[in-house]
């Protein structure tokens, strides 16, 4: 493997500055590695064109000091971002052919920075899923291998082409959106850094919708600090989304400190579930060492409704699903199925039938119920009414720190199809990362540690609204301490 | 609430689904699993608690209603499945 595919996205940039290598040097290492890489089924469309088109346009542009801060950085953009001529189907047959007219802003953003899109990032289907295997165009594997076996693993999801691809060096970093753990577990479950920020940070625009009021887009890279770089160019207020936060984007990267004097980290007791594999706590032990030993003050808090987010969770997500994914209808985008002689309505329910997937269809289901005249109050209002009490669950524990640090995800990743037939099982999966989604919170995971199969397990840190900073210093500090640097063998 | 194969062809219908016949069966028991564990939701105590629908306060600004985009029905049924005279089309809707 190349050496320009190991460095990190802050050395890409600094190599680049100073002419160690060309922006096409750089991207066509990475268009390679896209290639032989295509038993990981990681990416759903590769854009090599687009690629080499960035690097060529970086490296003119570096010659002539016009270099965005992103030029000729190799990403990946999950296929959940809208791209222009570029086909986006966020892994579903309904969006078959789908070709954009327009970029979303984030990516719009980044292009603009002048990063180089090697191609469009597999996904489970509309994101709805834990482990990458609802795609319609197949699961994603991971690189990752437990010692000694050859068992294919499971990438995390819904972001599984994105962890898979920065995992395996195929991207210097990657887009994602996470709605109740959809960066952060996958992140986990490959030994990568990702972060999600505050709602409203980044925007919504030109992302396909799965569910509005948690959809979050963020960044996943192998450190803090490549996340951090990541991030800077996505965020912004946007206009043309009605929930984007207006507050000015902090140059997170820069001020990047790694000390935790006079930080209070909150332990919250409920997140010790019982059953946690004895790995994982004593990992989690070994991170409040590490924050003790950045100068950080630790102390114990509760947030008592932690045990009700999940079932809150998959009331709120497919309500909202249901919602956003009635504009596929065979009309304006995507397939249509027309039975012979049949009417709009019979248009409809065929199309549908046949271009969502098994997961999707079970949350439309759920959120029609849910939402549907006489379930409405018992469901739907229920569960918003307890999403206040989560909310305010943090609000208070606020009052005594002022971040949390959990583990990321109960499990290393699983073996593929191990969890597909319990859909409850999947779900458990974001008992960690699905609270702070429901809170808006920033939060994010770091590759702290392997288990005993040689597995990577991630940490993660919560936040209060708007302080990236803090979630990505504690980052810093607690990735400086692990000193992860554990990557997949190369077996592809 | 236990979910029938009735209610679950009810819901289909709203969500405008097709679901085939062993589909609707699998349906109906994977959709009473997820509602019995969401059931557990009931025994939260939310007397007082106002519903929450959005995390962060968000006003948002004004501007001047006016017209800011158009003159793109290329783009606009570019990905249409059927497109005809510079409009959608689809099947017979009136009989």
Known sequence: MSALTDLSLAKMQSGLAAGEFSARELVSAHVSAVEAARPLNAFLVETPDHALAAADAADAALKAGTAGPLAGIPLGIKDLFCTKGVETTAASKILQGFKPRYDSTVTEKLFAAGAAMLGKLNLDEFAMGSSNETSAYGPVISPWRADGSSENLVPGGSSGGSSAAVSARLCAAATGTDTGGSIRQPAAFTGIAGIKPTYGRCSRWGVIAFASSLDQPGAMARDVRDCAIMLEAMSGYDPKDSTSINAPVPQWAAALNGSLKGKRIGIPREYRVEGMDPQLEALWQQGIDWAKDAGAEIVEVSLPHTREALPTYYIVAPAEASSNLARYDGVRYGQRVTPPGGSLNDMYEATRGAGFGGEVKRRIMIGTYVLSAGYYDAYYLKAQKVRALIAQDFERAWESCDLLLTPTAPTAAFGLGAKSADPIAMYLNDVFTVPASLAGLPAMSIPAGLDSQGLPLGLQIIGKPLDEQGVLDAGHALECRAGFTAAPQHWW | ?95
């Open chain 2, 1 to 95: 609430m236990a979910v029938d194969d009735k209610m679950v062809a009810r819901v289909a219908g709203l969500a405008r689904l097709k679901l085939a016949p062993e589909e609707g069966a699998k349906m109906t028991r994977e959709l009473n699993n997820i509602l019995g564990w969401i059931d557990q939701l009931q025994a939260v105590e939310t007397g007082n608690t106002q519903p929450m629908n959005a995390v962060m306060p968000i006003t948002r600004e004004w501007r001047a209603d006016v017209v800011t985009d158009g003159n793109i029905a290329e783009d606009v049924l570019a990905n249409a499945p059927e497109a005809a005279h510079g409009f959608f089309a689809v099947p017979k809707v009136i009989e």
